[in-house]
């Protein structure tokens, strides 16, 4: 049996999704979080809490972009074409919350508020904008003779717009969870009462989408109710419910520190792998599948040999960031 490198692609531009995700979530959450948090000396611990690591938390999207443009050319033309609009808000959010993130430690007291407003901001723009791309990609693009058939305004849709709230709500539970491994004090028992709020209301976005998309989408509900899928299929919402009732007593333990952050990281894993079994093996859905949208065999092996070389010294650099930034942070310490 030969290997199929269109599967090794697909699998290397998951693990980057999944990465950034997680990397950039908490990251982004931080900005949201500043909707709940006023004080000064709390915005500053919470900022420097991932000064270190957020430029390079971004590296697996760029990782992403790029992998999807080699691999999948087809897939990056569509998604790129249909999804222009959130995809620029998105690259404007980030771009806006970059700048902010530098200019609001060397602001005077009278700007800091409006850096401080610009980082909320483009946090929350770049993070509605991933939202929209995720319920888009769920649903699916028209595709006529390998273009898109469909119309610039066509993601304006209910179901995108409440999958971006619905990521709001995860990222800022990534974001409260990580200040709970990275805060103490009042600070960290803030949020864990926020940790509880966002629990709550990332259930109720869960629950609302499990039902919305196979209620909208005949392929996804035979994918998951059909029988014996739903048996194979049965562990996602199953871990769903322990994670989530595990993560509810982390927060009310004073001593656990880690472990909320851990179990989110395990939600977002679930929501991410039911998100593709939703749509494999589709890369567009409803019907362009992977090897559909692949590029020619020697494109794919030519990318592939510096990707397996570039990706551990990520994983490496990475891994040794966080390592040696790790403890907590207090507001007079960090970035400056």
């Given at each position: ?154 993601w304006i849709t209910p179901f995108n717009l409440f999958c971006g709230i619905g990521l709001m709500v995860a990222y800022s539970l990534l974001g409260s969870t990580w200040l709970i491994l990275k805060s103490s004090d009042a600070l960290q028992e803030q949020m864990r009462a926020l940790t509880r709020g966002f629990l709550l209301a990332l ?134």
């Open positions: 049996m030969g290997i199929d490198v269109a599967v090794i692609w697909f699998a290397i531009i998951v693990f980057a999704t999944l990465m950034y995700i997680i990397m950039d979530g908490f990251d982004l959450g931080i900005g949201l979080l500043f909707l709940f948090v006023r004080g000064k000396e709390e915005r500053d611990a919470m900022v420097n809490s991932v000064a270190p690591v957020w430029d390079g938390n971004e590296t697996w999207l760029v990782l992403g972009g790029a992998g999807l443009f080699g691999a999948f050319p087809l897939a990056y033309a569509v998604i790129i074409d249909a999804l222009t609009i959130p995809l620029t808000a998105m690259l404007i959010g980030l771009i806006f919350r970059g700048v902010a993130f530098e200019f609001r430690f060397k602001a005077t007291e009278e700007h800091r508020s409006f850096w401080d407003y610009a980082f909320m901001g483009g946090s929350l723009l770049a993070t509605f904008s991933q939202g929209v791309v995720v319920g888009a990609i769920i649903h699916g693009f028209p595709v006529v003779d390998r273009q898109f058939a469909g119309g610039a305004l066509d259930l109720v976005a869960i629950a609302i989408v499990s039902l919305w998309t196979p209620l909208a989408l005949p392929k996804i509900a035979e994918r998951w109710f059909s029988f014996p899928n739903v048996f194979y299929f049965m562990p996602v919402p199953a871990l769903v419910v322990v994670f989530s009732l595990w993560l509810w007593r982390q927060t009310r333990r004073v001593s656990s520190h880690a472990w909320p952050f851990v179990l989110t990281l395990g939600l977002v894993f679930l929501g991410f792998s039911g998100l593709g079994i939703s749509v494999w093996p589709h890369i567009i859905p409803p019907d362009i599948t992977i090897w559909q949208a692949a590029a020619p065999l020697a494109s794919q092996l030519f990318m592939l040999v510096g990707t397996l070389l570039i990706v551990p010294v990520i994983l490496v650099y990475t891994a040794w960031s966080y390592y040696v930034f790790r403890g907590k942070v207090q507001s007079d310490e960090g970035y400056h």
